[in-house]
């Protein structure tokens, strides 16, 4: 099993598909959307449930967890390493 990987980055051609047209990051840009739609989501649910009555709510979901997990889905190729950037020599 792989690790966790927290630094994307984009590498781009001049190839027709690959985005080269755009001004911002393809991946802050579908971050920003996904998180944006959870937020619109939960405040969505939250505003339901505001309106719904609350002895009825607590006798049947008393204790109940709901958890949200944004996800991003791509056909774009990933590309991965195991290399420990921690340990470059910045002045190198």
Same mark, same amino acid.
Do not use: C
């Given at each position: 099993?792989?690790?966790?990987?927290?630094?994307?980055?984009? !590498?781009?051609?001049?190839?027709?598909?690959?985005?080269?047209?755009? *001004? *911002?990051? +393809?991946? @802050? /840009?579908?971050? /920003?959307?996904? !998180? =944006?739609?959870?937020?619109?989501?939960?405040?969505?649910?939250? @505003?339901?449930? =505001?309106?719904?009555?609350?002895?009825? #709510?607590? /006798?049947? #979901? +008393? @204790?109940?967890?709901?958890? #949200?997990?944004?996800?991003? #889905? /791509?056909?774009?190729?990933?590309?991965?390493?195991? +290399?420990?950037?921690?340990?470059?020599?910045?002045?190198?």
């Amino acid at each position: 099993m792989r690790g966790i990987y927290h630094l994307g980055l984009e !590498l781009k051609t001049n190839e027709k598909g690959d985005g080269g047209w755009q *001004s *911002s990051s +393809a991946i @802050n /840009t579908a971050v /920003t959307q996904v !998180l =944006r739609g959870s937020s619109g989501l939960i405040d969505h649910f939250h @505003n339901k449930i =505001r309106q719904i009555d609350h002895a009825s #709510f607590k /006798t049947n #979901f +008393a @204790n109940k967890a709901v958890t #949200f997990v944004p996800a991003i #889905f /791509t056909t774009a190729q990933i590309w991965i390493t195991d +290399a420990d950037i921690g340990s470059t020599d910045l002045n190198s």
